[in-house]
């Protein structure tokens, strides 16, 4: 840089500052701009990294104030990562040699290995099974030693005794407010092969996981919960420092080891065996990829947003550059003092944006930790990131000047300082530019649509390029667009044409606004484009079990009938409930399986059940089996005729599975029993018969594949009993939570299942409302600023309005003018752009495994309100807001 | 001759104790139709008060302004906006068009904002244009006129709709001296045919143009020249 | 004002008896400085005298007519291309009677000043009312225009002057009186004024 230009940032700079300070209000939006998404992200990454516990920070909830956490694995010999949780191999358990194979007892062992006089105490965690309020539920426990030093920092009290004594017990919050609070008597219970046993312990005291909450937990002394199941060991262990070196001895004789010192100074990597080094995840190229070009979009729509502030600010100054130039300023001089705007504002911007952010992450912690059932680690304040952050926030504000800078050193000197206010004719070219990469986006994207189906990743980084480079060309064709609306604005009313034709007036101010409404919208709607199509896709691909809102309860065959149907007449009416008869397939002398043959063909059945089985038992097709009065009638007359009926439904036989064709003749059955044992089972034959047989078709979903009729049973020597249970609908949601939660207290296993047709994820759901409010808030800042913008430039315009007779409100009704222009012009704009990388990933989002079917579902209603409603909603908005009164003297005086 | 135009006694007082500044006191002040009243005064004498006042864009602390029967200090902003659209017409020194609006279209503005229907108001618009003699720029931008032209497009909007007061503040002050006559002209010939006119200026040649003169100082008339002449033809100059 | 001069310059054009003069001056400058037709004869005997026309002959009425010599076109030549000198100060009349007024005790200054801008300003909405008339852009009718022109443009700087002389009495009088009731009034301000007298 040589010395003269280093002057003239000196005195850009000066002037920018000056400038800064002198439109208070100006500048005051332009860092609001800047600032808004250094301040979001800074605190995200705080709540983020604080939330966020490494290895180190998780020492204290893991291992209390011991020195190591030891766990036996039954192995010979492991491999470990200077953190177990992270990555361990196991060697030797397959391997017929005898080995040391250490278990519960072996605290010797470990003490041989570390030294005898530390001091040690057990700690187990497991999971049981207590008495609620109205049934019960799962809870998990933690015995150790509690009074113990080395135990400390395991828990939190909370209130209550603590720690507890012998037949006594702390639980936490979440578990308390189920049922046993202090004072009362926890009632835990243990299924084992015997049957159930209960054991009650007192509640002294309510205490909290330093490691998590929310997830119900009991703590006591060892044993307090009865004996645990659980064969490897685990103590904390004290007495000094374990090394890396003790590490690996432990790990020699099968035992994990999580060491404090280890964890909170680790050895170089070369200290690790290779084998165990090899854990760490890939960089995933693909990911990286795609984050960049999002975050190149994020900064571009951080710039557009930015964009016409700047653009006023150059605009503010032209007559001071004109000044210039006249006096022999070089077109040089010119852009620097305009990029100085953005060199000031971006590095106040990026410093003050970081210092929000981070006190609002420290207020938000708190908060987050709210919706986290884990407890965060130590605040974090990741500065290497930050610095980036703020980098980001300095890169968007120079950029935004960027624009402004260039066309202040082209400005034309006479025009200017003649006082004509218009701007630089079109250029020609660009829209032309912008049409060829709308044309490349449209290509990328198709070409990535096709690629990633086999391919994987590469792909979607073709799509995402592909937007990017869609919405360039979108920005590029802006002008042209304005201009085109400007000149056809001749026969809107007076406010819409004066806001269409002031719009294209001010390109510099208008085109980055919107841009960055298009973009907005073009975000949405390809996200929204993508997120429906992939719900369409689990949509299309989700089959009901039973009519929605019907119920049914699968039997094991060594339930109580009546037991369970006690249970169901508590919720339910008498008639709601059908016994369903069939065959039970599994059962203690192992699984039956069917076979279904014509000829030698082997009929294919697939079906998923909720009943129990999948083989029903009826003289007559029974009522729950949704028919024809035709289709019932064939079945029925073969059911009579000792046959068998064959259910099918379009919905249970998906894409590629074909299904049965019958001829007429009689079905051959075969019956075959597979052994009990689990390895080595084998089948053998035990029944066989033929028997005329139908296909009906069932309207809705079918409850069971196959229909026997009694005789065929008979004929095959096969019991009936009832399977299970069918409920007719409705059942309420109420309803169905009491009866789970009732069913999962009796001793025998009833499995309860409602249909309730595809449930989308909760999680889909709330990334389409953030998806719309995001797009709602950034379209509306882009329209806002835009607009304020304009109104404050058009003074004189309002003020000469004022003199031939303008209302006042007339300043509310070109506000809202400014906003549907810049809205609707955007959002017109945005949302074809959006289609392009929208549709394309919707391809390898859907592509369906067996068929490479794919789904695609555009949400109109999303699309219609974003480029409809939004717009006028925020012109709606704007001209309410707007403050209704003109400058009247602005000009007289 | 009625006045069009009546002050009576007013004051005007801009911001409050110490700082409080009178830019008129008691002024009362008359334009009557067919006449154009020229107000002189150096600058800070209270005449674009005066014009302000007279436009109904700012209210007076003390006194009565009437426009043609109404006083304008009774009226809301609403009618009073309603007053400039239909009765009082303004012309600026810096002609303050809208950039953003063709000729015709400023023109048609206080029509359009009158509730007249565009293409009526557009037509009424390029037949003022058309009396000032500039019916083929009617579809031009101000941008893309020269100064002279834009001020016959403000005259034209100050007269649209047979306004019968017209406002003007130094309308020639930006223009050269025979492009400040033409529009003088035009304002003169308006309130020949009938309007009443306020020309406020600093200059003497202009003021001529008037049918009486009105000296201001420090915000009060301290002169005022009838419209009786000395008919030069027949009485040379006494001096 | 030169007649001699002005008289040539129509002679330049053609040969003319003394009325026809008088009426073609007049015409041409809108009667604002009205001829006697003996003013016209004497100037006509004298431009004989030095050579510069010629009265050549009578006409049927019995009218000198009279033509331009060669050096009588030299001398309109000369005239047209040399600037009037302005030796001597216009409106003395106004200016000495200002003078005075400010000096001689007794009299009020300002109304003389506004007497005097009323009248003049009178004189210029009669000059321009003379000018709204004339709006035809004939040789002659523009050439009466461009006088009334002047006279206009020379009222127009009397009031200016008047206005002048106006603002700068009352400053003076401003100025008269600030010394005496600045101490008593506003004794803070008093050192301002000093310093401000001191580096004067």
């Given at each position: 840089?040589?010395?003269?230009?280093?002057?003239?940032?000196?005195?850009?700079?000066?002037?920018?500052?000056?400038?800064?300070?002198?439109r208070?209000g100006q500048t005051v939006l332009m860092l609001v701009l800047i600032?808004l998404p250094?301040?979001?992200?800074?605190?995200?990454?705080?709540?983020?990294?604080?939330?966020?516990?490494?290895?180190?920070?998780?020492?204290?909830?893991?291992?209390?104030?011991?020195?190591?956490?030891?766990?036996?694995?039954?192995?010979?010999?492991?491999?470990?990562?200077?953190?177990?949780?992270?990555?361990?191999?196991?060697?030797?358990?397959?391997?017929?040699?005898?080995?040391?194979?250490?278990?519960?007892?072996?605290?010797?062992?470990?003490?041989?290995?570390?030294?005898?006089?530390?001091?040690?105490?057990?700690?187990?965690?497991?999971?049981?099974?207590?008495?609620?309020?109205?049934?019960?539920?799962?809870?998990?426990?933690?015995?150790?030693?509690?009074?113990?030093?080395?135990?400390?920092?395991?828990?939190?009290?909370?209130?209550?005794?603590?720690?507890?004594?012998?037949?006594?017990?702390?639980?936490?919050?979440?578990?308390?407010?189920?049922?046993?609070?202090?004072?009362?008597?926890?009632?835990?219970?243990?299924?084992?092969?015997?049957?159930?046993?209960?054991?009650?312990?007192?509640?002294?005291?309510?205490?909290?996981?330093?490691?998590?909450?929310?997830?119900?937990?009991?703590?006591?002394?060892?044993?307090?919960?009865?004996?645990?199941?659980?064969?490897?060991?685990?103590?904390?262990?004290?007495?000094?420092?374990?090394?890396?070196?003790?590490?690996?001895?432990?790990?020699?004789?099968?035992?994990?080891?999580?060491?404090?010192?280890?964890?909170?100074?680790?050895?170089?990597?070369?200290?690790?065996?290779?084998?165990?080094?090899?854990?760490?995840?890939?960089?995933?190229?693909?990911?990286?990829?795609?984050?960049?070009?999002?975050?190149?979009?994020?900064?571009l729509e951080v710039v557009l947003l930015a964009g016409p502030a700047f653009a006023v600010r150059a605009k503010a100054?032209?007559?001071?550059?004109?000044?210039?130039?006249?006096?022999?300023?070089?077109?040089?001089?010119?852009?620097?003092?305009?990029?100085?705007?953005?060199?000031?504002?971006?590095?106040?911007?990026?410093?003050?944006?970081?210092?929000?952010?981070?006190?609002?992450?420290?207020?938000?912690?708190?908060?987050?930790?709210?919706?986290?059932?884990?407890?965060?680690?130590?605040?974090?304040?990741?500065?290497?990131?930050?610095?980036?952050?703020?980098?980001?926030?300095?890169?968007?504000?120079?950029?935004a000047?960027?624009v402004p800078?260039?066309?202040?050193?082209?400005?034309?000197?006479?025009?200017?300082?003649?006082?004509?206010r218009g701007e630089?004719?079109?250029?020609?070219?660009?829209?032309?530019?912008?049409?060829?990469?709308?044309?490349?986006?449209?290509?990328?994207?198709?070409?990535?649509?096709?690629?990633?189906?086999?391919?994987?990743?590469?792909?979607?980084?073709?799509?995402?390029?592909?937007?990017?480079?869609?919405v360039?060309?979108m920005i590029?064709v802006v002008p042209v667009v304005i201009a085109l609306v400007a000149r056809s604005a001749a026969r809107l009313p007076l406010a819409l044409r004066f806001a269409a034709r002031d719009a294209s007036r001010h390109r510099t101010r208008t085109v980055p606004a919107v841009a960055a409404v298009g973009a907005t919208v073009a975000g949405v709607v390809?996200?929204g484009?993508?997120?429906?199509?992939?719900?369409?896709?689990?949509?299309?691909?989700?089959?009901?079990?039973?009519?929605?809102?019907?119920?049914?309860?699968?039997?094991?065959?060594?339930?109580?009938?009546?037991?369970?149907?006690?249970?169901?007449?508590?919720?339910?009416?008498?008639?709601?409930?059908?016994?369903?008869?069939?065959?039970?397939?599994?059962?203690?002398?192992?699984?039956?399986?069917?076979?279904?043959?014509?000829?030698?063909?082997?009929?294919?059945?697939?079906?998923?059940?909720?009943?129990?089985?999948?083989?029903?038992?009826?003289?007559?097709?029974?009522?729950?089996?949704?028919?024809?009065?035709?289709?019932?009638?064939?079945?029925?007359?073969?059911?009579?005729?000792?046959?068998?009926?064959?259910?099918?439904?379009?919905?249970?036989?998906?894409?590629?599975?074909?299904?049965?064709?019958?001829?007429?003749?009689?079905?051959?059955?075969?019956?075959?029993?597979?052994?009990?044992?689990?390895?080595?089972?084998?089948?053998?034959?035990?029944?066989?018969?033929?028997?005329?047989?139908?296909?009906?078709?069932?309207?809705?979903?079918?409850?069971?594949?196959?229909?026997?009729?009694?005789?065929?049973?008979?004929?095959?020597?096969?019991?009936?009993?009832?399977?299970?249970?069918?409920?007719?609908?409705?059942?309420?949601?109420?309803?169905?939570?009491?009866?789970?939660?009732?069913?999962?207290?009796?001793?025998?296993?009833?499995?309860?299942?409602?249909?309730?047709?595809?449930?989308?994820?909760?999680?889909?759901?709330?990334?389409?409302?953030?998806l719309a409010a995001l797009g709602g808030i950034l379209m509306l800042g882009g329209t806002l600023t835009a607009t304020f913008l304009a109104l404050s430039d058009a003074r004189p315009d309002l003020a000469t309005m004022a003199?031939?007779?303008a209302r006042p409100r007339t300043r509310r009704t070109v506000a809202a003018a400014y906003a549907l222009v810049v809205g609707g012009v955007g959002a017109v704009l945005g949302a074809p752009v959006g289609?392009?990388?929208?549709?394309?990933?919707?391809?390898?989002?859907?592509?369906?495994?067996?068929?490479?079917?794919?789904?695609?579902?555009?949400?109109?209603l999303l699309i219609l309100t974003v480029v409809a409603g939004l717009p006028l909603l925020t012109a709606a908005a704007v001209g309410a807001c707007a403050r209704g009164r003109l400058p009247?003297?602005a000009?007289?005086? | 001759?009625?006045?069009?135009?009546?002050?009576?006694?007013?004051?005007?007082?801009?911001?409050?104790?110490?700082?409080?500044?009178?830019?008129?006191?008691?002024?009362?002040?008359?334009?009557?139709?067919?006449?154009?009243?020229?107000?002189?005064?150096?600058?800070?004498?209270?005449?674009?008060?005066?014009?302000?006042?007279?436009?109904?864009?700012?209210?007076?602390?003390?006194?009565?302004?009437?426009?043609?029967?109404?006083?304008?200090?009774?009226?809301?902003?609403?009618?009073?906006?309603?007053?400039?659209?239909?009765?009082?017409?303004?012309?600026?020194?810096?002609?303050?068009?809208i950039p953003a609006l063709?000729?015709?279209e400023?023109?048609?503005l206080?029509?359009e904002l009158?509730?007249?229907?565009a293409?009526?108001?557009?037509?009424?618009?390029?037949?003022?244009?058309?009396?000032?003699?500039?019916?083929?720029?009617?579809?031009?931008?101000?941008?893309?006129?020269?100064?002279?032209?834009?001020?016959?497009?403000?005259?034209?909007?100050?007269?649209?709709?047979?306004?019968?007061?017209?406002?003007?503040?130094?309308?020639?002050?930006?223009?050269?001296?025979?492009?400040?006559?033409?529009?003088?002209?035009?304002?003169?010939?308006?309130?020949?045919?009938?309007?009443?006119?306020?020309?406020?200026?600093?200059?003497?040649?202009?003021?001529?143009?008037?049918?009486?003169?009105?000296?201001?100082?420090?915000?009060?008339?301290?002169?005022?020249?009838?419209?009786?002449?000395?008919?030069?033809?027949?009485?040379?100059?006494?001096? | 004002?030169?007649?001699?001069?002005?008289?040539?310059?129509?002679?330049?054009?053609?040969?003319?008896?003394?009325?026809?003069?008088?009426?073609?001056?007049?015409?041409?400058?809108?009667?604002?400085?009205?001829?006697?037709?003996?003013?016209?004869?004497?100037?006509?005997?004298?431009?004989?005298?030095?050579?510069?026309?010629?009265?050549?002959?009578?006409?049927?009425?019995?009218?000198?007519?009279?033509?331009?010599?060669?050096?009588?076109?030299?001398?309109?030549?000369?005239?047209?291309?040399?600037?009037?000198?302005?030796?001597?100060?216009?409106?003395?009349?106004?200016?000495?009677?200002?003078?005075?007024?400010?000096?001689?005790?007794?009299?009020?200054?300002?109304?003389?000043?506004?007497?005097?801008?009323?009248?003049?300003?009178?004189?210029?909405?009669?000059?321009?009312?003379?000018?709204?008339?004339?709006?035809?852009?004939?040789?002659?009718?523009?050439?009466?225009?461009?006088?009334?022109?002047?006279?206009?443009?020379?009222?127009?700087?009397?009031?200016?002057?008047?206005?002048?002389?106006?603002?700068?009495?009352?400053?003076?009088?401003?100025?008269?009186?600030?010394?005496?009731?600045?101490?008593?009034?506003?004794?803070?301000?008093?050192?301002?004024?000093?310093?401000?007298?001191?580096?004067?």
């Amino acid at each position: 840089m040589s010395a003269s230009t280093r002057g003239g940032w000196r005195v850009a700079l000066r002037l920018a500052r000056r400038e800064a300070l002198r439109r208070k209000g100006q500048t005051v939006l332009m860092l609001v701009l800047i600032c808004l998404p250094v301040v979001a992200v800074t605190a995200a990454a705080i709540v983020w990294r604080t939330q966020d516990v490494s290895s180190a920070e998780s020492v204290d909830r893991r291992m209390g104030s011991a020195d190591a956490l030891v766990e036996t694995t039954g192995a010979d010999r492991v491999v470990q990562g200077f953190d177990p949780y992270d990555s361990f191999g196991t060697f030797g358990e397959d391997d017929l040699s005898p080995g040391p194979n250490l278990g519960r007892g072996d605290v010797e062992a470990v003490l041989d290995v570390l030294g005898h006089d530390r001091p040690v105490i057990p700690l187990d965690r497991d999971s049981r099974l207590f008495e609620t309020d109205r049934g019960v539920g799962d809870m998990e426990v933690v015995t150790t030693d509690l009074a113990h030093p080395l135990a400390d920092g395991l828990l939190e009290r909370v209130e209550g005794k603590y720690p507890p004594g012998p037949g006594e017990v702390v639980v936490n919050q979440a578990l308390a407010s189920r049922g046993p609070g202090i004072g009362d008597t926890l009632t835990v219970i243990r299924k084992t092969a015997d049957g159930e046993k209960t054991l009650d312990l007192e509640v002294v005291g309510i205490a909290e996981s330093t490691e998590n909450r929310g997830y119900e937990l009991a703590a006591g002394l060892p044993g307090a919960f009865g004996e645990t199941e659980n064969p490897t060991g685990r103590w904390l262990v004290g007495g000094g420092p374990v090394s890396w070196d003790d590490v690996r001895a432990l790990n020699a004789i099968g035992v994990l080891v999580a060491s404090r010192q280890v964890l909170t100074d680790p050895p170089p990597e070369s200290a690790l065996d290779p084998v165990a080094g090899g854990f760490d995840e890939p960089v995933d190229q693909v990911v990286v990829s795609v984050l960049a070009l999002v975050g190149v979009m994020v900064l571009l729509e951080v710039v557009l947003l930015a964009g016409p502030a700047f653009a006023v600010r150059a605009k503010a100054q032209a007559h001071t550059l004109a000044l210039v130039a006249a006096a022999g300023g070089t077109p040089g001089q010119a852009r620097r003092t305009v990029l100085a705007s953005g060199v000031v504002i971006g590095g106040l911007g990026g410093v003050l944006g970081v210092g929000i952010g981070i006190g609002i992450g420290a207020v938000a912690v708190p908060v987050a930790q709210l919706f986290d059932t884990t407890r965060f680690g130590p605040f974090d304040v990741p500065w290497p990131l930050l610095l980036l952050v703020a980098g980001f926030g300095f890169l968007s504000a120079v950029l935004a000047a960027v624009v402004p800078a260039f066309s202040a050193s082209r400005q034309d000197v006479v025009a200017v300082l003649a006082g004509r206010r218009g701007e630089r004719r079109l250029s020609v070219r660009s829209p032309f530019l912008g049409l060829a990469l709308l044309g490349a986006g449209v290509a990328g994207a198709a070409v990535g649509a096709g690629t990633s189906g086999r391919g994987g990743g590469a792909g979607s980084v073709l799509i995402a390029g592909s937007a990017l480079v869609s919405v360039v060309g979108m920005i590029l064709v802006v002008p042209v667009v304005i201009a085109l609306v400007a000149r056809s604005a001749a026969r809107l009313p007076l406010a819409l044409r004066f806001a269409a034709r002031d719009a294209s007036r001010h390109r510099t101010r208008t085109v980055p606004a919107v841009a960055a409404v298009g973009a907005t919208v073009a975000g949405v709607v390809a996200l929204g484009i993508a997120v429906s199509s992939q719900e369409a896709a689990n949509a299309d691909a989700y089959v009901p079990m039973l009519p929605d809102g019907y119920g049914s309860v699968a039997l094991s065959a060594d339930a109580d009938r009546s037991a369970v149907v006690d249970v169901l007449g508590r919720s339910l009416r008498d008639d709601q409930v059908v016994d369903v008869r069939g065959v039970q397939t599994s059962t203690d002398q192992g699984e039956l399986e069917f076979e279904f043959r014509q000829g030698g063909d082997v009929l294919m059945l697939s079906h998923w059940g909720t009943l129990g089985s999948s083989y029903v038992v009826g003289a007559k097709v029974p009522d729950y089996v949704d028919l024809s009065a035709d289709a019932r009638a064939e079945a029925d007359a073969v059911l009579d005729a000792g046959g068998l009926v064959l259910m099918r439904s379009e919905r249970s036989y998906p894409e590629g599975y074909p299904a049965p064709e019958l001829d007429g003749g009689p079905v051959t059955v075969d019956v075959r029993r597979w052994s009990p044992e689990e390895e080595a089972s084998t089948a053998t034959d035990v029944a066989s018969a033929a028997a005329p047989s139908a296909v009906v078709e069932v309207s809705r979903s079918s409850p069971a594949v196959v229909l026997f009729s009694p005789r065929l049973l008979e004929r095959l020597g096969l019991e009936t009993s009832t399977v299970g249970m069918f409920i007719y609908g409705p059942v309420s949601e109420e309803a169905e939570k009491d009866l789970q939660e009732a069913l999962a207290a009796l001793p025998t296993a009833a499995y309860l299942y409602v249909e309730r047709g595809y449930q989308p994820d909760a999680a889909v759901r709330i990334v389409q409302v953030v998806l719309a409010a995001l797009g709602g808030i950034l379209m509306l800042g882009g329209t806002l600023t835009a607009t304020f913008l304009a109104l404050s430039d058009a003074r004189p315009d309002l003020a000469t309005m004022a003199a031939v007779g303008a209302r006042p409100r007339t300043r509310r009704t070109v506000a809202a003018a400014y906003a549907l222009v810049v809205g609707g012009v955007g959002a017109v704009l945005g949302a074809p752009v959006g289609f392009i990388p929208g549709l394309a990933i919707s391809q390898p989002l859907t592509r369906s495994w067996e068929t490479g079917a794919t789904a695609v579902d555009v949400p109109w209603l999303l699309i219609l309100t974003v480029v409809a409603g939004l717009p006028l909603l925020t012109a709606a908005a704007v001209g309410a807001c707007a403050r209704g009164r003109l400058p009247l003297t602005a000009r007289i005086d | 001759m009625s006045a069009v135009l009546e002050l009576t006694d007013v004051t005007r007082v801009h911001g409050e104790g110490p700082a409080a500044v009178q830019a008129l006191r008691a002024v009362s002040f008359r334009a009557h139709a067919g006449e154009l009243v020229a107000v002189m005064g150096p600058s800070g004498s209270g005449k674009s008060t005066l014009l302000t006042l007279a436009g109904g864009l700012d209210r007076p602390t003390d006194g009565r302004v009437v426009v043609e029967g109404v006083e304008l200090g009774a009226l809301g902003n609403d009618e009073r906006a309603r007053m400039r659209r239909t009765s009082i017409g303004y012309v600026f020194q810096g002609f303050n068009l809208i950039p953003a609006l063709t000729a015709a279209e400023n023109v048609a503005l206080s029509r359009e904002l009158d509730g007249v229907a565009a293409r009526t108001a557009r037509a009424e618009a390029r037949r003022v244009l058309e009396e000032v003699g500039i019916g083929d720029l009617a579809d031009r931008f101000p941008d893309d006129m020269s100064g002279g032209q834009q001020q016959r497009v403000a005259i034209a909007r100050a007269v649209v709709g047979e306004r019968r007061l017209i406002l003007a503040d130094e309308p020639t002050g930006a223009l050269d001296t025979e492009t400040g006559e033409e529009i003088l002209r035009l304002l003169r010939a308006r309130c020949d045919a009938g309007a009443a006119g306020v020309l406020v200026t600093h200059e003497a040649r202009h003021a001529a143009w008037a049918d009486r003169v009105v000296f201001l100082r420090d915000g009060r008339v301290v002169d005022e020249t009838g419209a009786e002449s000395v008919d030069l033809l027949t009485e040379p100059a006494a001096r | 004002m030169s007649v001699k001069h002005a008289l040539l310059a129509l002679l330049e054009q053609e040969p003319m008896y003394g009325y026809q003069l008088r009426a073609e001056f007049e015409q041409r400058t809108g009667t604002t400085w009205p001829l006697n037709v003996g003013q016209v004869y004497t100037t006509l005997t004298r431009l004989e005298r030095d050579g510069l026309a010629l009265a050549e002959s009578e006409d049927a009425e019995g009218h000198v007519i009279y033509r331009i010599t060669d050096a009588g076109r030299v001398e309109v030549a000369t005239w047209f291309t040399t600037p009037v000198a302005r030796t001597q100060p216009p409106r003395d009349e106004l200016a000495i009677k200002l003078a005075l007024a400010v000096t001689v005790p007794g009299v009020d200054v300002g109304t003389v000043i506004q007497q005097q801008r009323s009248a003049t300003m009178h004189a210029l909405q009669d000059y321009t009312r003379l000018k709204r008339r004339a709006t035809g852009s004939e040789p002659a009718e523009l050439a009466w225009s461009l006088v009334l022109d002047s006279l206009v443009f020379a009222a127009e700087a009397e009031i200016r002057w008047l206005d002048h002389c106006e603002s700068r009495l009352r400053r003076a009088a401003i100025e008269r009186a600030a010394p005496t009731s600045a101490p008593t009034s506003t004794p803070t301000s008093a050192p301002a004024a000093a310093n401000e007298r001191s580096h004067r």
